[in-house]
């Protein structure tokens, strides 16, 4: 009898037209110094994880940790193209190689880790709550596929306030999973928002393999339904990488909305710590690292442009004082004090 | 036979609508389908369309009439060749609009002309009249320096104009949520905002609570100021996840560098029969979670200036707002800014013989209750918590270490709720103070049934607190 006003007529359509998509990367022409610095980067991780690793086993690290070995080429190549001050970046729980490839201290990174008042969070975040608003990394975020829609906010903030950013947002194999992400994903194509969706596909989202979680493996297809284009790269390949999130910038910052990027890659640590990792075999992990190593194909590469030996070793040797100087300062720092407890609740005292 | 065309009941608390305009005159042929006229209600403008083919024998409510009865007769729709007389004279008459209490519940006319073509409709049955009926039958004095203007209008007016003018101070903030822009806002809350401020900053979403509180909260993480209005806070148990592990959360978990300034907002608590998955109090849900700060108020005059505090501060906020009490009409200072503080209850009525604590659409009820409890010679004060968290324990003890007796009134469940903190809180702090126990007056625990009656027996009443309140003075 009485209804809202609107009336449509709606014809069918078997089948919608193809979507607007960028050209097919080309892997980055770097010069020699640029790609010493990625490959001093992807070291710097790999290290620092490496010692993470050692001190949770020393119980100086508590909780959960996610390492990032084996992945350092996606957010190092990825990074090298983000703006620092203008971009914005958020990720997942699995977040020390983003940060440091943003280039945030290592020490207050690691001390961190140990829970120390000298951390980024005060040591009140841990491995997985990290923040540097100054960089703009947004974090840092435990639930898994949550930085989804939270990315998607940033890049809402830089289309109003007319900033040129772009938000660089962060997601893995499990993640893409989340019914929030294709929230994330509408709203993103409907406004055409300038964020890059990175999905990090290391293979397992926990121990479940993309075969047994993924109706669609081909995770840069995932756009589809939401009219987002995808690309899929070589993340072990730190060129690609960069190649790609070229690409994926002028994409975006031209206006055409949001991109997908899924990376193949893969981590050769269980998903936490506490992962005896028995969903794959020694031999899979161990091809991996034979064959397809980011750090040691940046290697390849640099002693094929010229590069001598002992000048990757003595990069070797200054990163690991690095980390070795981070860590005895995660260990050294204090505790933060009592009285941290009730701080940081709220801003404002009512 | 001729038909009369009634005046529809078009929305869960519509008691009378405005006839906005005619589409169609006297003489002309309708068929079923047709629109006949445009009609506003509490919330939205309607269209009317005719069921039955035939000729409008005579219009009985000319166009632009306020305050038109749920039931009452609009029209007359002759079928072929028929002749029509005119209506009983009583039948016509349209009542003139009250400003003050436009919205005042009304005890449904009983449908009176059982035989006729068309049933009647009239406005049906629900417990959430009677809530409203304790809101309309009592006063709330505003919180202003003496002299101060007053204006009147409704909740849902204070609100807009609170959103209004944020945003016409700072750039930053902007709206955003299902219907907020050109439906002008599911209940009316963000009516002419689109106008003023351009779908830039008041942005409709697909219906993706989950995805589009994320996009707010990560919009605040960046720098901005979302107000992000739920339709309801029933919806926003899709969304919970951001409004705690994200918006809550942060401030902290980043050791204080990263802030979150965003304000979720819409109705909560019961409405008017709309059963279990659409009646939910989420108040202590919210008030649990250190790092929200958790609004909910009463009157249109904190529902403004509170909003405008909410939408200032630095700390993500709920703001629970209550569709019974849109509205209601309230006296509201003319200020150019008038902003209240975060934090603080305020004493309603003072008295002297108990305390009655409660927030929202229930503060309404407890000041019903203080009018009959005077005239048994029991002198109430009701406190009007305002913001649930933080709580404002030192205004409830205060009033308890006078009083010595309290009873809470709170439109929700009742275990783990805000009357179970209040009573944690002076059994604690204000133990030495108490003659009797605390005792609550909640809704009754079980998912809100639709049947009318057994809405009734769920929701809270006056007359339960009456009882409550004659139990700890022993009368």
Request: net charge negative.
């Amino acid at each position: 009898m009485a209804r809202s006003a609107k009336k449509s007529a709606v014809a069918p359509e078997t089948r919608g037209p193809d979507i607007p998509r960028p050209t097919q990367p080309k892997r980055y022409k770097a010069s020699k110094e640029e790609l010493l610095k990625l490959y001093r980067e992807m070291l710097l991780i790999r290290r620092f994880e490496e010692r993470a690793g050692q001190l949770y086993g020393l119980g100086l690290i508590g909780g959960f940790c996610h390492l990032y070995i084996g992945q350092e080429a996606v957010a190092v190549g990825l990074q090298s193209a983000m703006t620092v001050g203008k971009d914005s970046v958020i990720t997942g729980y699995r977040d020390h190689g983003h940060m440091l490839a943003y280039g945030i201290d290592p020490k207050v990174i690691m001390a961190e880790l140990t829970g120390r008042e000298a951390g980024i969070s005060k040591g009140k975040g841990g491995s997985m709550h990290m923040f540097s608003v100054d960089h703009g990394f947004y974090g840092g975020h435990g639930i898994v596929g949550a930085q989804v829609p939270l990315g998607t906010g940033l890049a809402f903030k830089h289309r109003y306030a007319e900033d040129g950013g772009v938000c660089l947002t962060y997601l893995g194999d499990g993640a893409v999973n989340q019914g929030q992400v294709y929230e994330a994903f509408n709203m993103a194509k409907l406004w055409d928002l300038p964020v890059i969706y990175a999905i990090e596909n290391n293979q397992y989202a926990m121990g479940t393999s993309i075969k047994r979680s993924s109706a669609e493996p081909l995770l840069y297809r995932r756009g589809e339904a939401h009219r987002i284009p995808g690309l899929q790269i070589d993340g072990m390949d730190v060129l690609a990488v960069r190649g790609a999130a070229d690409v994926a910038l002028e994409w975006t910052r031209s206006g055409k909305g949001p991109i997908i990027i899924e990376f193949l890659t893969y981590r050769y640590r269980g998903h936490s710590m506490s992962d005896p990792a028995k969903y794959r075999t020694r031999e899979e992990v161990q091809d991996v690292r034979e064959h397809r190593d980011p750090i040691s194909h940046a290697e390849r590469d640099l002693l094929g442009m010229g590069v001598k030996e002992e000048d990757l070793k003595a990069i070797d040797k200054e990163i690991k004082d690095i980390v070795v100087e981070a860590a005895k300062f995660a260990e050294d720092t204090p505790e933060p004090a009592p009285s941290e407890l009730y701080t940081d609740v709220l801003v404002g005292s009512y | 036979m001729p038909v009369e065309l009634k005046m529809p009941a078009l929305s869960p608390t519509m008691e009378e609508g405005t006839l906005a305009k005619w589409l169609v005159k006297e003489g002309d042929d309708v068929k079923s389908g047709d629109i006949l006229a445009e009609i506003e209600t509490d919330k939205a403008t309607m269209e009317f369309e005719a069921v039955d083919e035939g000729k409008i024998a005579k219009i009985l409510v000319p166009e632009g009439s306020e305050g038109v009865k749920v039931g009452q007769p609009i029209a007359i729709l002759a079928g072929d060749g028929e002749q029509v007389s005119a209506p009983a004279a009583e039948s016509v008459s349209v009542e003139q609009p009250k400003p003050a209490s436009a919205e005042t519940p009304s005890v449904p006319e009983p449908a009176s002309q059982q035989d006729e073509a068309t049933p009647t409709p009239h406005v049906f049955e629900t417990a959430a009249r009677d809530l409203v009926a304790d809101v309309a039958a009592t006063h709330d004095e505003p919180e202003v320096p003496e002299g101060t203007p007053l204006v009147t209008m409704t909740v849902r007016e204070a609100l807009r104009d609170a959103m209004a003018e944020e945003m016409r101070s700072d750039e930053r903030v902007f709206v955003m949520g299902e219907e907020v822009a050109e439906y002008q806002g599911a209940y009316k809350v963000t009516q002419g905002l689109l106008d003023e401020f351009g779908p830039k900053r008041v942005v409709d979403t697909p219906i993706t609570e989950y995805g589009f509180a994320g996009v707010g909260t990560g919009a605040a993480m960046g720098g901005l100021r979302p107000i992000v209005e739920f339709m309801t806070f029933n919806f926003a148990m899709q969304a919970i996840d951001h409004i705690i592990n994200s918006a809550a959360k942060t401030n902290y978990m980043s050791g204080g560098q990263m802030r979150c300034p965003i304000v979720f907002r819409g109705p909560n608590g019961s409405a008017a029969r709309v059963a279990a998955q659409h009646s939910q109090n989420y108040g202590s849900w919210y008030a649990h979670v250190p790092g929200l700060v958790v609004i909910a108020p009463y009157s249109a005059a904190d529902a403004k200036g509170l909003l405008k505090a909410a939408i200032r501060t630095d700390d993500p906020v709920v703001f629970l707002e209550n569709e019974l009490l849109y509205g209601q009409h309230f006296d509201v200072p003319q200020l150019d800014d008038y902003v209240l503080p975060i934090g603080k209850a305020r004493i309603v009525r003072p008295g002297k013989d108990v305390t009655i604590v409660s927030y929202s659409i229930g503060v309404g009820v407890a000041l019903e209750a203080a009018q009959e409890l005077m005239t048994q010679g029991i002198n109430a004060e009701v406190i009007d918590l305002r913001t649930l968290r933080p709580l404002d324990k030192a205004t409830v003890l205060d009033s308890l270490r006078r009083t010595n007796r309290m009873v809470v009134v709170e439109e929700g469940w009742p275990v783990c709720s805000i009357a179970s903190e209040i009573i944690s809180i002076a059994m604690t702090e204000g133990f030495d103070d108490l003659d009797a126990p605390v005792l609550r007056v909640t809704d009754k625990d079980v998912p809100l049934p639709y049947a009318a009656n057994l809405e009734k027996l769920a929701l809270i009443r006056a007359s339960d607190v009456v009882e409550a309140a004659k139990a700890v003075t022993y009368r």
